[in-house]
Antibody
Framework: EVQLVESGGGLVQPGGSLRLSCAAS????????MNWVRQAPGRGLEWVSF????????FYADSVRGRFTISRNNAKNSLYLQMNSLRVEDTAFYFC????????????WGQGTLVTVSS | EIVMTQSPATLSVSPGERATLSCRTS??????LAWYQQKPGQAPRLLIY???TRATGIPARFSGSGSGTEFTLTISSLQSEDFAVYYC??????????FGQGTKVDIK
């Protein structure tokens, strides 16, 4: 069974940093491109970042470029999101999501971890 | 960047009735469009991909249609477990991978 489990969320002050993790199991993690997608409370889904299998191709949404860094460790079946210079508007549930296809069909999602940016 | 527009924002339907949800894209996405269901406190679940192919385990009452810029998700006979928010997502032109703003299906 495919499982994606996020961790690392919490309360942080504006300007602070957090590192999110996503532990994958039930599939060959190293064979799949991965993403972070976020959802502000009561709002819709916003794609945040993409990383391919070898970490050679990385994309970011304009809203986080220069502040967030995506990475992965295939040996540990883990995906990461380093979030710096956090803003109030970054408050959201952060989901990791697996890409089923090279075009980015997101077929499995974790349950999410909540990041709250507030003073 | 492709803009996704879903309508209506909220759809009130009685159990057993048919629900029709719309998704429009600002540029053609061919059939590279997916639909997701999200219930409160849960992750999105893939329902439909390729505009019309049901994902594994999705009941036949869910169907998708369309191509280009106009897409429809139909739930033929709403069950209690179908009341949720539905999102469309394009995966033809990226990045970014764009989502619609969602349609909430609630009980009439």
């Amino acid at each position: 069974e495919v499982q994606l489990v996020e961790s690392g969320g919490g309360l942080v002050q504006p300007g602070g940093s957090l590192r999110l993790s996503c532990a994958a199991s039930g599939f060959t993690f190293s064979s799949y491109n991965m993403n972070w997608v976020r959802q502000a409370p009561g709002r819709g889904l916003e794609w945040v970042s993409f990383i391919n299998t070898r970490s050679s191709t990385i994309f970011y949404a304009d809203s986080v470029r220069g502040r967030f860094t995506i990475s992965r460790n295939n040996a540990k079946n883990s995906l990461y999101l380093q979030m710096n210079s956090l803003r109030v508007e970054d408050t959201a549930f952060y989901f990791c999501a697996r890409d089923q296809t090279i075009r980015g069909l997101k077929d499995y999602w974790g349950q999410g971890t909540l990041v709250t940016v507030s003073s | 960047e492709i803009v996704m527009t879903q309508s209506p924002a909220t759809l009130s339907v009685s159990p057993g009735e048919r629900a029709t949800l719309s998704c429009r894209t600002s540029q053609t996405v061919s059939t590279n469009l997916a639909w997701y269901q999200q219930k409160p406190g849960q992750a999105p679940r893939l329902l439909i991909y390729g505009a019309s192919t049901r994902a594994t385990g999705i009941p036949a009452r869910f169907s998708g249609s369309g191509s280009g810029t106009e897409f429809t998700l139909t739930i033929s006979s709403l069950q209690s477990e179908d009341f949720a928010v539905y999102y469309c997502q394009q995966y033809n032109n990226f990045p970014p991978w764009a989502f619609g703003q969602g349609t909430k299906v609630d009980i009439k």
